[in-house]
């Protein structure tokens, strides 16, 4: 099973609308999917529609409790595509795993052996604390959802440099798959310019499918749905189904099951 995580410190960048949208876009190509959603805020879980009631093992349980993934695993009404939800409890283990052994290894030991899916994506917190260092830690690759705004580029080289170092500490085969550049709004000139200065210091890097600004983006999380199910032919929907293609061009050509 090929593990990406999906994160930036930065909020509002388009982080679990991404890994929504690409999970479902995953699996729509045939991909058996798992998404595990890391984010305290369950945003993730609630746009796929995962409600209360099903979250009876969620990641907390997984990270803090060593419960097993298949019993955390629910899922959704896309076919192929399962999540590990999130709950509020979830903000807790931030302290909790302090103290404990292995704490930035414990996602990694949960998925590991797991065969069940081709790929999981994980959906990060907004921030780099130890939720996000189990997700690095446990993940084969890094996407980055990256804002077309001014200040993107001061945070990707944070990020960068924390990835840096995860792969000196923790995970030495971490790389990094594609930065997604998204909220594209072509009206907005300044937007032309960061994503240009973006190309220009990572290159191909930059997947070239980019994520507009796109109202049903932003309504269909409200439905439980997808953006690829709430109306597949919006601007949002026909990007990020662009994007799994780039994306399943830069995975192996065999899926490990591992």
Known sequence: MIRIAI??????????TTAINIATAMAAAGWKTLLVDLDPQGNASTGLGIEGARRELSTYDLLVDQANVEDCTVPTSIPGLDVVPATVDLSGAEIELVTVENRTGRLGAALAGHTQHDVCFIDCPPSLGL????ALTAADT????LQCEFFALEGLSQLLTTVEQVQQRFNPNLGIIGIVLTMFDRR????????DDVRECLGKLVFEAVIPRNVRLSEAPSHGLPALIY??????????MA???ELIGRLPKERVAA
């Open 243 to 245: 994007l799994a293609r």
């Open 188 to 195: 907005n000139r300044l937007t032309d310019q960061v994503a």
């Open 7 to 16: 994160a930036n410190q930065k909020g509002g960048v388009g982080k679990t």
């Open 231 to 240: 109306d597949q032919s919006c601007a949002g929907s026909v990007a990020y």
């Open 142 to 145: 890094l996407m980055v959802p």
């Open 131 to 134: 939720l996000t260092l189990n």
